[in-house]
Structure formats: structure tokens, C-alpha cells
């Protein structure tokens, strides 16, 4: 028994001796280790079937964004320091040549930030370029991703141009050039366009089957982070559109207004009071989602006693009730909320 616990201490320290020894011979092989590590734990890179790499679609939107900004930059410095008189002329048969090109390479995955960079420099400076990519957008039988991409460069014009393209597109009767004039104008109003897009879209005319998309663009209102007068116009947008406007689009846009109001928590007591007993069930149920958004400050007392109405009105619909009945709960047993 002894000799075999000598053995195993044995071939314990001959082992050890023996990586000291590897370790002083070559340094560089501890080196080694975290390269070996990762070419075990990273996948394989996709390949299609021709063997060219696969660039995931939301690869192509974020290099998108990214060339975007740096083309709005030098556009920027080239207004600053006057143009240059070798400024290229704009032949409308080269740039149709080019945006082909890319739309290929872009269904591929085989694109070059030069191509892109080259095509989003003509739609910023040049409005016949901008018109010549709308119309490939409505003909082109291009994929959504690939579309995609060219209505990114579009919402770096950030001007009427391209807000009337988004309506365009939200009143086409394509679902898919719908849900993109949605993304076109998620986009502007996030380019610090948010109170000219939103009143063209919440004051359009839409088919029924493109209010849910529409309803996307003014929830995309409430995730913004508007300041100062952008944020007072979109306020005052909206809760115009809440009084004025037609029912369709009243609930989403009580929740963008009452996301906006996040901080604010008389407002957001103000707005539940009001809609809270509001004919139409969806506003009700806004009404009582804005309260999710009041994170400082208490319940108004005058709510709390709707919100109990609610919840034990047999008349009401199960989901609202129980709605109802977990934001009472919410606030009774948080040890930071209460009720005033």
C-alpha cells in the first residue's frame, strides 16, 4: 500500500518537472494557450453554398448605421470648408449602375463598406440619387434585408424627402413595402425628426391591415429619449391626437405619451384619472398601462378608487380587471410605492 502511494508522488513530481522544464525551454507556449482556447470555442464562420462567407442581415443594417454617420460627418466638414471644384457631377446612368451593383452584392453578403459608403454619400448630396433609390425600393425585387439596408441610408436624409417616402410606403398596399415605410419612419424619428414624422403618421389614412404597423411607429415614439422642445411638440402631438383624433390609434398613442411622462408623476396620475373610465376598453387598458411607467411618486387617491371600480366590475372584461388588480397589488405591497 505504502510503495503505491510512493509510486503515484513519483509520477506526480516527474510530471510537474517536467512542464517546469517546458515552460522555461519555451516561453512563448503559455502564450499559446488563449489562442488555442478560442479556436475551440469559436463556430465555424457560415459559408454559403458557393463557399463565400454569409454576412448576417443585422450585420448589414449596423454597418449601415455606421456608415451613415460618418457620411453625415464629412457631408458636414465639406459644408464647413466650402465644396471642392472637383466635386464628381452626378450622372443619374452610373448611379443606377452602382446601386444594382450593391443590391447584388448585398443579396450575396459579398458587399464592401466603399460600395456602401459610395452609395450613401450620392443619397445625402444628391436628391435625384435619393429619388433614384426610393424608385428602386417600390420596383426592385430585392429581399426585405436588402431593402432594408437602402431604407437606413434614406433615413440619414432626415427631410421631407424621405418622411413623404415613409408615407408612401405605409400606404402602399405591399405588406412588405408597408412594414418597410414603418421601419423608414421608426428611423426619421429617431434621426431627431420624431414631431414632423409622428404628425404625418398619426393624421394619415391607412388600409386596415397597415394600422398595426402604424401602431408600431407611435409606440417607437414612448422609447425615445426627446428633450425640450422636441419633446413638448410630441406631448402636445399627442395628446392632441388623444382628444381630436380617430379611435384606432388613441390607445398607443396614451402609452407613448405616458412612457414620455416617466418621470413626471402628476402627469401620469392625470392621464389614468382621465382615461381610466373612457368608453372605448382599449383606452381603459392604456389607461391603466400608463400607471406601469410610474416608477417615483405615489398612486393619486382618486385613481386608486377607479382602479378598485375595475377590478370588481363584473361588467368589465377578465383581462382588464385583472390589470386593474395587479397594479393595485403593485403599489400596496411595494415598499417604495404608495398611495396618496
Not at 412588405?176 to 389614412?205: C, F
Not at 409606440?219 to 425615445?224: A, E, F, K
Amino acid at each position: 500500500m505504502c510503495g503505491k502511494k510512493y509510486h503515484v508522488l513519483f509520477f506526480i513530481s516527474l510530471l510537474i518537472n517536467s512542464l517546469l522544464i517546458l515552460f522555461i525551454m519555451y516561453p512563448g507556449f503559455i502564450d499559446n494557450f488563449p489562442e488555442i482556447h478560442r479556436s475551440n470555442i469559436n463556430p465555424p464562420e457560415k459559408e454559403s453554398s458557393s463557399g463565400e462567407p454569409v454576412v448576417d442581415p443585422d450585420e448589414h443594417i449596423l454597418l449601415t448605421q455606421w456608415v451613415s454617420e460618418q457620411a453625415k460627418e464629412k457631408l458636414a466638414q465639406e459644408s464647413l470648408l466650402g465644396q471642392s471644384d472637383d466635386e464628381p457631377v452626378f450622372t443619374p446612368s452610373i448611379y443606377r449602375q452602382d446601386l444594382q451593383t450593391l443590391i447584388s452584392h448585398l443579396e450575396k453578403g459579398q458587399f464592401t463598406q466603399e460600395e456602401l459608403e459610395a452609395i450613401q454619400e450620392s443619397i445625402l448630396k444628391n436628391e435625384e440619387a435619393a429619388n433614384l433609390t426610393m424608385e428602386t425600393i417600390l420596383s426592385s425585387g430585392a429581399s426585405y434585408d436588402t431593402k432594408s439596408v437602402l431604407i437606413e441610408m434614406l433615413s440619414s436624409r432626415a427631410d421631407p424627402l424621405a418622411m413623404n417616402f415613409a408615407m408612401e410606403l405605409l400606404q402602399n398596399q405591399s405588406g412588405s413595402l408597408q412594414e418597410l415605410g414603418g421601419d423608414l419612419a421608426t428611423r426619421m424619428i429617431r434621426n431627431g425628426k420624431a414631431p414632423q414624422m409622428l404628425e404625418s403618421v398619426i393624421w394619415g389614412s391607412y388600409a386596415p391591415e397597415t394600422k398595426p404597423v402604424v401602431r408600431m411607429v407611435i409606440h417607437s415614439v414612448g422609447n425615445l429619449s426627446v428633450q425640450d422642445d422636441s419633446k413638448r411638440q410630441v406631448t402636445r402631438l399627442l395628446d392632441d391626437y388623444i382628444v381630436n383624433g380617430d379611435e384606432t390609434f388613441k390607445p398607443a398613442a396614451l402609452t407613448s405619451l405616458a412612457a414620455l411622462e416617466a418621470d413626471n408623476a402628476e402627469a401620469l396620475n392625470q392621464l389614468a384619472d382621465r382615461y381610466l373610465d373612457d368608453k372605448n376598453e382599449d383606452m381603459r387598458l392604456a389607461a391603466i398601462q400608463t400607471l406601469y411607467n410610474l416608477k417615483r411618486g405615489k398612486l393619486a387617491s382618486d385613481v386608486q378608487s377607479k382602479l378598485s371600480e375595475l377590478s370588481n366590475d363584473t361588467s368589465q372584461s377578465y383581462y382588464l380587471r385583472s390589470a386593474a388588480l395587479q397594479i393595485l397589488g403593485d403599489f400596496v405591497e411595494s415598499g417604495q410605492k404608495g398611495l396618496q
